[in-house]
């Protein structure tokens, strides 16, 4: 067809599709790099658990002694020699006089089943001695962590570059809190709360009211930790130009420090977190020992004493699996509240 001026002036224009976007090299693979932060973490936390693995069986097998002989005196109360025939039936049951490297491959492949033996003194599996028992623990080590960082971010927001006299007196505070030998200040504790004032029930305690002198004992020295973490960062974010931004626009002080200052400051404090729990769920065993709570602290301090090594190594064991959980829990956290933090790992 001709084109004439008026049919070029008549017909409606086509108008052409415009090319996608390109993206960049960064966001084309951000899920690559996703994975593949995923996959590290994964792998650095597998071999940490087989190396506690490791160390926890040679703890076992390289134990002085005939482990069989010690067993069997264990059960009678008895401490003497037995015989080859005395000792046959237990080394059956065990293994013990497999080749190291049999046992070794054999206790890894029973890791793997979620099989950590048999308790020496109770003869049931350890999952179930030490199932029975994880709970109070748990809760402990959570409410003593929920404890710390209430601590720590109240004093913080509150008292963080304040009237000079005030920020130098809750500094100080914080550190020695974080210096405060657990095992002490429960005892303090305990003597101050629960026999002289009475407020708090002596031993055991059952519920919300049993819980809080063994959850102050573990949360404040771990909030020292906390806040003498984030302090620093926190006191330089106020100095930051979006601050001074969010004031100019009438946003009070408090306000700023909660919905600006504060999501800044809580990266010191997540990575001490990893490491806390861990910490928290093995001084869980200190503060159920010194007010009598149920929990592992009274079955790892019973498996010591009784030379319970499966048991002492079953509580070794899910102390680095915790480590382990936690961390690559804190790893999630720090995309979830700083997201340029996916790209850059």
Not at 150 to 159: F, S, Y
Not at 191 to 215: H, K, N, R
Request: charged share 10%; aromatic share 6%.
């Amino acid at each position: 067809m001709t084109l004439t001026p008026s049919t070029v002036l008549t017909e409606p224009l086509q108008a052409t599709p415009a090319p996608p976007p390109s993206q960049s090299p960064r966001q084309r693979t951000r899920p690559a790099l996703i994975l593949s932060l995923l996959l590290r973490k994964l792998g650095a936390a597998a071999v940490v658990v087989w190396a506690a693995a490791s160390l926890t069986f040679l703890m076992q097998a390289l134990l002085p002694g005939d482990r069989a002989t010690m067993l069997l005196n264990q059960q009678t109360g008895q401490v003497q020699e037995r015989s080859a025939e005395e000792l046959a039936p237990i080394n059956e049951m065990f293994g013990f006089t497999d080749p190291l490297l049999v046992q070794y491959l054999s206790f890894l492949g029973g890791l793997l089943r979620g099989d950590l033996g048999v308790s020496y003194q109770l003869l049931q599996p350890v999952t179930t001695v030490i199932g029975d028992q994880i709970a109070p623990t748990v809760i402990l080590t959570f409410s003593s962590l929920a404890v710390a960082w209430a601590v720590a971010l109240v004093l913080l927001v509150l008292t963080a570059r304040r009237v000079g006299w005030v920020s130098r007196l809750f500094s100080g505070f914080e550190a020695a809190a974080a210096a405060l030998p657990q095992y002490w200040l429960g005892i303090i504790l305990l003597v101050v709360f629960a026999l002289g004032l009475g407020l708090f029930p002596v031993v055991g305690g059952e519920g919300l009211i049993g819980l809080v002198l063994p959850a102050l004992t573990l949360g404040i020295p771990l909030a020292g930790f906390l806040g003498q973490t984030m302090r620093t960062e926190f006191e330089r974010t106020l100095d930051e130009p979006f601050v001074l931004t969010a004031r100019a626009r009438g946003m009070s002080d408090t306000a700023v420090r909660i919905r600006h200052v504060l999501r800044h400051a809580l990266l010191p404090g997540l990575t001490l977190t990893g490491w806390a729990i861990g910490s928290l769920f093995s001084g869980a065993v200190i503060a159920e020992n010194v007010f009598s709570r149920p929990g592992l602290g009274g079955v790892l301090v019973d498996a010591v004493n009784g030379r319970d090594l499966p048991v002492v190594c079953g509580v070794v064991m899910l102390v680095a699996l915790i480590y382990v959980i936690a961390n690559l829990v804190v790893d999630t956290a720090y995309v979830l509240v700083d997201p340029r933090l996916k790209l850059t790992h």
